[in-house]
C-alpha cells in the first residue's frame, strides 16, 4: 500500500483544497494529511491569522472522501520525519527553508516528492480578501 502525505494549514476550505486532496490520494492507496497547530500559523505568518482553530480544521479536513487520516504538526521538518509514507505531495508555493529541508530529507530517505499544482483562481486568503469587502 501505497501512503501519501501533504501538508498545509487548510483554514476556509475551499475548492481548491479538496482538488489537493483528490489529486493527492491518486498518487497511492492511503492519504495522511498533516493540519499545522494555529500556535505555529500565528508565530510564523502573524498576518495571516487562522480563522478556524485547529480542531476545526482538522475535523473538516477527516470530513473530505478522499482523507484517510489527519495529523496535526508543528513543523513540516519534523512531520516528515514522524509520518510513515511513501510520497510527499506538496504545492508548488512550498519553497521556505522548512520545505527544502523536508524535502532533502525525503530525497534522502528514497520518499518520492510531487509537486501538485495550485487550481488557478482561489485560495484562503483571497477568500478572507472578499470577505472583508463585503
Given amino acids: 500500500m501505497k501512503k501519501v502525505l501533504t501538508v498545509g494549514v487548510y483554514d476556509l476550505l475551499h475548492v ?4 489537493l ?12 494529511v498533516a493540519v499545522q497547530d494555529s500556535e505555529v500559523v500565528a508565530l510564523y505568518k502573524p498576518e495571516s491569522q487562522t480563522v478556524l482553530s485547529t480542531e476545526e ?13 489527519v495529523v ?16 510527499f505531495a506538496k ?7 522548512g520545505f527544502q529541508k523536508a524535502v532533502e530529507w525525503c530525497q534522502a530517505q528514497g520518499r ?9 483562481g482561489v485560495s484562503s486568503t483571497d477568500l478572507k480578501e472578499i470577505i472583508k469587502q463585503m
Avoid at 481548491?16 to 482538488?19: K, P
Avoid at 486532496?21 to 495522511?32: E, N, T
Fill in 112 to 120: 518520492e516528492v510531487v509537486v501538485l499544482p495550485r487550481t488557478e
Fill in 72 to 87: 496535526v504538526y508543528r513543523d513540516v521538518n519534523d512531520i516528515v520525519r514522524e509520518v510513515d509514507f511513501d510520497i
Fill in 21 to 32: 486532496f483528490r489529486k493527492a490520494k491518486a498518487l497511492g492507496d492511503y492519504l495522511i
Fill in 91 to 97: 504545492g508548488p508555493d512550498q519553497r521556505h527553508e
Fill in 16 to 19: 481548491g483544497h479538496v482538488e
Fill in 57 to 69: 480544521r482538522c475535523y473538516m479536513v477527516r470530513a473530505i472522501r478522499y482523507v484517510d487520516e
